[in-house]
């Protein structure tokens, strides 16, 4: 498969074409070539996939149209509307994170597919990634005027997961649990309550800090990463700490503003 970015619509050929009519997402990481063009009906599977193709940081991904009726307008969203919705979800998010390199989505010849390009900054980790693809299939319900608040509750993943996004968002961003555990950011985080939050997801500064006291102490006789493994085994949230993270900086109700022009040619644009 191969594409080719324009300003307007991304010319999309695929050995194994989208279907018209899809029950549930379909995605295809990267240029297709390490797995032949084959789509997955399943998240997770693409976030594999998008770890294969570095620099590339292309995700392709199919959607439903009739998903984002519900609760969202009373009328169905166009395929271009659908398209302006992620986009500025993820303008919002990445602003708040204050990353310069934005994520573009892009829309190809078939109306239910988007390409997207992601910001450097969700390849962080796994983790990272698991949100921005869980981003990408909420953000069909960004309307303009809604608030993030809104837009998790329409989907159980990003209602279950309200803590740990508000976390992320906070700028705690490095996951200390075990990778083992499940794999998708909801088998992490769903359900988890705001203390179990708190010791999972913390600042990589206090980490590193922390591993570079226990090697100087040691003399350095372990590697880095096993001292990196001890700091995040050590690390310890109290009560004062998860109140305030539980108040925040990230007022999730506020509506999510518009995109300026400028902005939207950014984000839509190659």
């Keep these: 498969m191969s594409f080719t970015l324009h300003p307007q619509v991304t010319t999309l050929q695929c050995p194994i074409p989208p279907s018209p009519s899809c029950e549930r997402d379909l995605w ?30 292309c995700l392709f991904y199919q959607f439903n149209p ?15 509307q659908i398209a302006q919705n992620i986009a500025r979800l993820f303008w919002y998010v990445e602003g708040r994170m204050g990353w310069e390199d934005r994520t573009r989505i892009q829309r190809t010849q078939y109306g239910q597919v988007l390409v997207a390009v992601f910001s450097g900054g969700w390849f962080q980790s796994p983790t990272t990634q698991w949100l921005a693809t869980l981003l990408l ?16 509750h329409q989907h ?7 803590p740990a996004i508000h976390r992320f968002l906070q700028g705690y961003q490095h996951y200390t649990g075990c990778m083992r555990e ?5 088998m992490l985080f769903g359900l988890r309550n705001w203390e179990q939050v708190c010791r999972l997801l913390i600042d990589r500064r206090e980490v590193e800090q922390r591993a570079f006291e226990l090697a100087s102490q040691d003399n350095h006789q372990q590697s880095g990463e096993r001292y990196w493994l001890t700091a995040c085994s050590q690390f310890q949230v109290d009560d004062s700490q998860v109140r305030e993270a539980q108040a925040g900086t990230i007022r999730l109700t506020e509506r999510i ?4 022009l400028r902005d939207y040619n950014l ?3 190659a």
């Design 28 to 57: 295809l990481g990267g240029n297709g070539g390490v797995y032949g063009g084959r789509w997955a009906a399943c998240r997770d599977i693409g976030n594999r996939r998008l770890l294969n193709f570095g620099s590339h940081r």
């Design 66 to 80: 009739a998903w984002y009726e519900q609760g969202a307008v009373s009328y169905p969203y166009s395929h271009g």
């Design 137 to 152: 299939r909420l953000g069909g319900h960004c309307a303009e005027g809604r608030s993030l608040e809104w837009v998790l």
């Design 156 to 162: 159980q993943y990003g209602h279950e997961t309200i």
């Design 182 to 186: 499940g794999k998708g950011w909801h």
């Design 257 to 260: 503003p518009r995109l300026s």
């Design 267 to 269: 984000a839509i644009a």
